[in-house]
């Protein structure tokens, strides 16, 4: 029978050591893929923003401070995520579950759970409200320039094409 401590020590340890044995290409090329889709680079969105920057804009330390404070969020993320993953028996490559159940149990169990709940979820919405923004630029903004309308027009044939095009995918 473990501590509380020496639980919460395997933890962390499960979390911040590496097992360089099972690094491969596979792993940099799923590594890679993530930093894109994390920064935003995938989506396009990066290179839209990149065109409302000022001429005096110093784009590699910019970079590099949007590259960290992604890695920083990620990792406190993973701290506060993880040790109640393997506190509550769960497998960390679960997916959505993680969020949903997870740190629903994790509310659940702790003093004043609901009001942290409400308003972490609250918070959910609101990165998953400015992620869905920030894929709406690059259509927006090649509608508004590939026809010639105005911002406001652009949006809306984004949106109109964006719901079509989700609604065959659904209906396919």
């Avoid at 491969?24 to 990149?50: E, P, R």
């Avoid at 409302?52 to 804009?57: N, P």
């Avoid at 993880?82 to 509550?88: D, E, K, R, S, Y």
């Avoid at 702790?110 to 990165?127: E, Q, S």
């Amino acid at each position: 029978v473990r501590s509380r401590r020496q639980r919460q020590m395997c933890i962390r340890d499960r979390y911040t050591r590496v097992d360089f044995s099972v690094i491969n290409a596979k792993t940099f090329l799923i590594a890679l893929g993530q930093c894109f889709f994390s920064v935003g680079i995938a989506s396009g969105g990066a290179f839209v923003y990149g065109s409302y920057l000022k001429k005096d804009s110093n784009i590699p330390a910019d970079g590099l401070m949007v590259i960290g404070f992604d890695t920083l969020a990620a990792l406190i993320a993973g701290f506060a995520i993880f040790p109640a993953v393997f506190a509550l028996g769960l497998k960390p490559d679960s997916g959505s579950n993680l969020l949903f159940i997870t740190m629903s149990n994790v509310f659940m169990n702790m003093p004043f759970g609901r009001v942290f709940g409400v308003l972490f979820f609250m918070l959910m919405f609101f990165a998953a409200l400015s992620s869905a923004l920030g894929y709406l630029e690059p259509v927006s903004s090649s509608f508004s320039e590939l026809l010639k309308v105005s911002r406001a027009k652009g949006v809306l044939y984004a949106l109109a094409s964006i719901f079509i095009v989700g609604l065959l995918t659904i209906f396919g």
